[in-house]
């Protein structure tokens, strides 16, 4: 029997020769003193292309030489070059997408970097770590996830900061997040959720805006819950071989969270388009009072016109704790980079804490060394922003837990089948019990 994720690979891997000749930046004809590097975040450029100019100046020999893809380009583009071997030398990888590189073996080992786990936030290090116990990726940065809303509809709503900071909530009635979420969300005819008459057909201000159905991991969408009800993806913290999506306790918070649209809380899926519609334009427009959404997006929240953004803790949940996905991201160097000398020296300097220290300074990321960290914070407070409600977690291990994506084999199949199975749930109404047949799919591939 054919495994999944083979006829998967075999498939991209024939969608995407065609588009191996655009994959620009690539490795193919650059010097033998070059360093190519990809990212896909224009935010962070000037960041790295500072980190870079550091770097040249101590080795005068090398130029790093910097591609930045917006994301979904940057992954089709990354997969098609490893197909053509006109990969990068080094790349900006997410922890989502290793379980897919370590199964396609395109990842050299960073073994002989020297890469002390203690150096960086606590967890970031040891997910990098391959099933071989080879380290594959080199901690760069890190994020968690809060509620962004907008003061001038919470004060509208007599919801204060303080009171929006100590939310909880449960899957039967939904607690004191549900009830704050009902009351920011306005019909057409100014009824909020709360109130009798409210007409949750036509709502003009929802309370939560939606980011979608959130895949396999949920990370902005229904993880906050399902791990503060004590829920995890998988038997084991990484490289697990069991996923658990057909628990009922998972089903019960998946049933609650989209129910919140069923009631006319949150925006419903019709509302969501990946491209265009994310969380973060609903609320830019005024269609929702908050969002759960990533310390990437700080800045981009920010600086949304006529809107006095603010950020809240995420809920405590029936374990009593309040839970948020801390992801980090690495750096990486491709098994068949032309430069391999130079990018080990560049992604150890891409480790270091003077690059993390720089890269924090510009306050668009939390990098992964405790003194970047506390530059980006610095930076950030510079701005007027208060980051706390990103940080906290990382810092108070008593009341919060922070928790990775989901490591394991076949990523790739994981999200192909978790994808419409999730949105079939919010977008058609499905039960969420069908999670048990995807669940056992999954766990059929994986024992394979």
């Known amino acids: 029997m054919m495994r999944l994720h083979t006829r998967l690979a075999g498939a991209l891997a024939l969608g995407l020769v065609a588009l191996t000749g655009c994959a620009k930046g690539g490795a193919a004809g650059s010097g033998p003193n070059t360093v190519t590097y990809w990212l896909w975040d224009a935010n962070q450029l000037p960041a790295y292309q500072a ?9 005068p020999r090398l130029h790093v030489k910097i591609t930045q893809l917006g994301w979904d380009d940057y992954w089709t583009k990354l997969t098609a070059s490893f197909i053509a071997g006109t990969q990068p030398d080094v790349f900006t ?52 996830v809060s509620l962004f809303y907008d003061r001038k509809q919470t004060d509208a709503a007599g919801l204060s900061a303080a009171r929006l900071d100590t939310l909880s909530w449960n899957p039967k009635d939904g607690g004191t997040f549900e009830k704050a979420i009902a009351h920011l969300t306005v019909d057409r005819n100014g009824k909020r959720g709360d109130e009798p008459g409210f007409d949750k057909n036509n709502v003009k201000v929802y309370g939560l805006a939606t980011n979608g159905g959130g895949d396999g991991d949920g990370q902005t969408q229904w993880s906050t819950f399902a791990a503060s009800a004590g829920w995890t993806y998988t038997d084991k913290k990484r490289w697990g071989t069991q996923y658990r999506y057909d ?14 649209a069923k009631k006319g809380y949150m925006a419903p899926f019709v509302d969501y388009n990946s491209q ?11 269609k929702a009072a908050t969002a759960f959404d ?67 300074s510009y306050g668009i990321v939390f990098p992964a060394t405790p003194d970047g960290t506390r530059a980006a914070v610095a930076a950030y407070k510079k701005k007027g922003i208060d980051v706390s409600a990103f940080t906290k977690p990382v810092a108070d291990k008593r009341d919060f837990t922070t928790f990775s994506y989901p490591i394991t084999n076949y990523a790739a199949d994981v999200y192909a089948l978790m994808h419409p199975a999730m949105q079939d749930i919010f977008g058609n109404g499905r039960s969420v019990t069908s999670l048990n047949q995807t669940n056992s799919q999954i766990n059929l591939v994986l024992d394979q």
């Open 247 to 260: 628990s009922k306790k998972f089903q019960s918070v998946v049933k609650w969270y989209f129910g919140l």
């Open 276 to 286: 265009s519609n994310q969380a973060n334009t609903q609320v830019a427009a005024g």
């Open 93 to 144: 990888d997410h922890i989502q997408k290793f379980g897919q590189f370590a199964d396609l073996k395109v990842l050299a080992p960073l073994d002989d970097l020297g890469i002390d786990d203690s150096a960086y936030q606590p967890g970031l290090a040891a997910n990098w770590m391959g099933q071989d116990g080879h380290r594959y990726g080199a901690p760069k940065d890190w994020d968690t």
């Open 51 to 59: 980190c870079a100019k550091n770097f040249e100046q101590q080795n």
């Open 294 to 360: 990533g310390a990437w997006m700080i800045s981009t929240y920010a600086g949304f016109k006529g809107r006095d953004m603010h950020t809240a803790l995420t809920p405590a949940g029936p374990t009593g704790k309040r839970a948020t996905m801390m992801n980090g991201l690495a750096d990486s160097i491709t098994k068949n980079a032309r430069n391999k000398a130079g990018a080990k020296k560049w992604v150890r300097y891409l480790a270091s804490n003077d690059c993390q220290k720089t890269v924090g």
